[in-house]
């Protein structure tokens, strides 16, 4: 019996998917285990399947199913996956071959003189790529189309459904309330005393430690592993095999604890997305805001809380031997949540990361409208790091070079990381509504919050838009009143103003 169209499409799926996990498994590896020698042959091979993928997304034989099955489909699942295979295809199709080949190779490049660039503090170096790099996004974005704004077509490729509206109504009341709250902090009667936190702690006792909290959140090392790296991320191959990647610092135990657990955010949602969206595109996180809400609350919201501390603050103990004997919980949760200015993004406390991401959110946005240029941007940098975090850089590679994401033309992307907080602060109160979330997390059982969030969040995948998740479970939209109320109540009681 011949398969039917409906078959056929599902098979051809399978075999983007198969393509997808092959890749990432090579990525994975590139950044965990792979001998130095091999990354570049490895590099080339990942390139020559991204090109597979890309030939199978845009094939006339995927356009034929989508014609076909478009409109008729019944099943939900299936009708949401033609609905994204179309998506896929027209955002590839509309960018003439030879210019996306062309791009493909530009960003190579970029990557590596970034690297470069950063290195040796020398942002001219690396500016005539990024000139390009924003000039195939502006044709790019002209190309996808968009309403009031370019930057939109962007923003849609990693949070669909926010635009520059949505961003420019909440972001300056975030930005307002952060720094003033920032204000009082520095003027406050209490400051918390970080060096009670210095030390030696070995790698060996940070991983035990990592596992135990991993295993408590509800990670599931039967379909999953931990492993170390530079750059820290998780990886979800598919739904049975998401891997978590953490860095340790013998000085400070901070990156590997909250690295962990946020990494572990990420992956607990992939592990509970719905077997049954297996071998399609909706396997994934429904948007990158969605998929760093995941990851911010179980750092943030739980695992930086006064409860969680009171809770393994002696659990803690037992894997750093010799620290803490004489430091009681009062003095080591302010200092774990010591709020500083910092230059650098990746460093910055959860009090003025959104402000971070605001300095990168309206460069962006002026960039993509031809507002400004590439040129401006290092003196413009410094400028709204003054003004918003009072600080400012001493040199570009602390400044303007500090991210790889522009290098590798990834414009729109950086609101997802604010976007992220707001809706983890929206789901945060949700969830404190329906189950008693202090209690779970002093009792250190997570299993109702764990649960709470797959039923809600993990299980739909991508068969649901970030903003319909968010409604579906508040009944409202982006609000960034519940990450200022947290924030505000957080803070007053730890800097006691
Ligand atoms: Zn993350």
């Not at 009667?189 to 006792?205: A, I, M």
């Not at 997570?446 to 969040?457: A, D, G, Q, R, S």
């Amino acid at each position: 019996m011949s398969k039917t169209t409906e078959q056929k499409f599902m098979d051809l799926l399978k075999e983007q998917s198969a393509y997808g996990e092959a890749i990432g498994l090579m990525a994975w590896d590139m950044r965990t285990k792979a001998p130095r020698k091999g990354i570049e042959g490895r590099s080339e091979v990942i390139g020559v399947m991204s090109q597979k993928v890309h030939e199978i997304q845009t094939s006339d034989e995927m356009r034929g199913y989508i014609d076909k099955l478009k409109n008729k489909a019944q099943d939900p699942i299936l009708k949401r996956a033609v609905e994204e295979a179309e998506e896929t295809y027209d955002k590839t199709a509309k960018i003439p071959a030879n210019e996306y080949r062309a791009y493909v190779t530009l960003q190579t490049q970029a990557e590596s003189m970034w690297g470069e660039a950063k290195s040796n503090n020398d942002f001219e170096s690396f500016r005539p790529y990024l000139e390009k790099l924003v000039e195939y996004n502006r044709k790019f974005a002209d190309y996808w189309g968009y309403g009031d704004h370019r930057y939109d077509a962007l923003l849609n490729n990693y949070e669909p459904g926010v635009t520059v509206e949505v961003l420019d109504k909440v972001f300056p009341k975030v930005r307002k309330a952060l720094t003033d709250l920032l204000k009082q902090i520095k003027e406050a009667p209490n400051q918390p005393d970080p060096t009670v936190l210095q030390g030696h702690f070995s790698k060996e006792r940070q991983a035990e430690f990592s596992e135990v909290i991993l295993e408590r959140m509800g990670y599931d090392f039967e379909a999953g592993r931990l492993d170390e790296t530079v750059h820290p991320f998780a990886i979800g191959l598919n739904t049975n095999d998401v891997r978590v990647t953490t860095k340790y610092d013998e000085k400070d135990f901070r990156t590997a604890v909250f690295g962990t657990i946020h990494e572990g955010g990420h992956a607990l949602y992939e592990q509970n997305i719905d077997p049954k969206l297996a071998f399609t595109p909706l396997a994934d996180g429904t948007s990158m805001g969605i998929h760093e809400s995941q990851s911010l609350f179980w750092e943030n919201f739980i695992a930086r809380s006064e409860g969680f501390w009171r809770n393994h603050y002696e659990l803690f103990k037992n894997y750093a031997p010799g620290h803490f004997q004489n430091l009681s919980l009062e003095k080591f949760y302010p200092a774990v949540n010591e709020v500083k200015p910092s230059l650098i993004r990746i460093e910055a406390d959860e009090l003025t990361y959104c402000l971070h991401i605001m300095v990168r959110y309206e460069l962006e946005k002026a960039l993509i409208a031809g507002e400004i240029e590439v040129k401006d941007l290092p003196e413009l940098w410094n400028q709204k790091m003054e003004d918003y975090l009072g600080t400012t850089p001493e040199n570009d590679s602390e400044g303007v070079l500090q991210d790889i994401h522009w290098s590798g033309g990834d414009f729109g992307y950086f609101p997802s990381y604010a976007l992220g907080y707001m809706y983890a602060a929206q789901l945060n109160s949700k969830m404190r509504e329906e189950i008693d979330v202090d209690r779970s997390i002093e009792e250190g059982d997570f299993h109702k919050i764990k649960e709470w969030l797959t039923e809600n969040v993990h299980q739909y995948g991508k068969m649901k838009k970030p903003l319909q998740i968010l409604n579906d479970i508040t009944g409202e939209g982006l609000n960034p009143d519940h990450l200022i109320d947290y924030l505000t109540n957080k803070y007053k009681k730890i800097y006691q103003f």
